[in-house]
C-alpha cells in the first residue's frame, strides 16, 4: 500500500509538488520515466496521445509527444506536437524535463520526478513537481499557471505507481 502526500513548497504560486510512496525500488521507477511511452502511459491528464523517441539517457535527450489539448477542455488548440528536452538527469535519482512546443516565446516551465529509496529498501518516495518560477515575466503575467493542477500530479503518481507494480515493460515497442 502506499502513502501520498500534498508538499507545501516555498513558492506555492510558481510550483507545485506532490509525493507518494511506492512499493519499487528507484531503478523501475526511473525506467518508466525515462521512457518516452511511460510519460503516456502514466499521464492523468489525458492530453499525451502517444510519443516517438529512444528512451532517455542523460540532459539534452529529447522525444516528441503527441497532444491533445482537447481532453482537457479548457483551451481550443486541438491535436499538436512538442518536444519533451531533458534538462535534469541523475540516474535512479531525479529526472526533469522542458517542453518545446509551438507557441512563442517558449513557456519554460519544467516537469520532474525526485525518487529517494526508503530506509528498508523495500520503496521510494516519488516527488513528483512542476515549476514555473524561470518562466518569463509576459508568461507569468498571463494568469495560465499553473497549466495542470497538483490533482493532475498526485493522479499521475497513482497512475505510476500501478504502472510499476503491474511490471510495466523495460523496453516498449517504438513506432516506425
Given at each position: 500500500m502506499s502513502q501520498q502526500t500534498a508538499v507545501a513548497t516555498e513558492a506555492p504560486t510558481e510550483r507545485l509538488e506532490a509525493q507518494r510512496t511506492i512499493a519499487a525500488e528507484p531503478h523501475e521507477i526511473f525506467a518508466?520515466?525515462?521512457?518516452?511511452?511511460?510519460?503516456?502511459?502514466?499521464?492523468?491528464?489525458?492530453?499525451?496521445?502517444?510519443?516517438?523517441g529512444e528512451r532517455v539517457e542523460q540532459v539534452g535527450d529529447t522525444f516528441v509527444v503527441h497532444m491533445d489539448r482537447e481532453a482537457l477542455g479548457d483551451l481550443p488548440m486541438g491535436r499538436y506536437d512538442v518536444t519533451v528536452t531533458i534538462t535534469t538527469y541523475e540516474h535512479d535519482v531525479e529526472i526533469a524535463w522542458t517542453i518545446l512546443g509551438t507557441v512563442r516565446p517558449q513557456i519554460g516551465h519544467v516537469y520532474?520526478?525526485?525518487?529517494?529509496?526508503?530506509?528498508?529498501?523495500?520503496?521510494?518516495?516519488?516527488t513528483?513537481?512542476?515549476?514555473?518560477?524561470?518562466?518569463?515575466?509576459?508568461?507569468?503575467?498571463?494568469?495560465?499557471?499553473p497549466v495542470i493542477p497538483q490533482s493532475a500530479l498526485r493522479g499521475t503518481l497513482g497512475i505510476l505507481e500501478r504502472a510499476v507494480v503491474r511490471g510495466y515493460p523495460q523496453e516498449s515497442p517504438r513506432e516506425s
Open positions: 518508466v520515466l525515462t521512457d518516452p511511452q511511460g510519460h503516456v502511459a502514466i499521464d492523468s491528464s489525458g492530453m499525451l496521445q502517444s510519443a516517438d520532474g520526478y525526485r525518487l529517494e529509496p526508503t530506509d528498508d529498501g523495500e520503496s521510494t518516495v516519488v513528483s513537481y512542476y515549476d514555473w518560477s524561470d518562466t518569463s515575466d509576459e508568461w507569468r503575467e498571463s494568469g495560465i499557471f
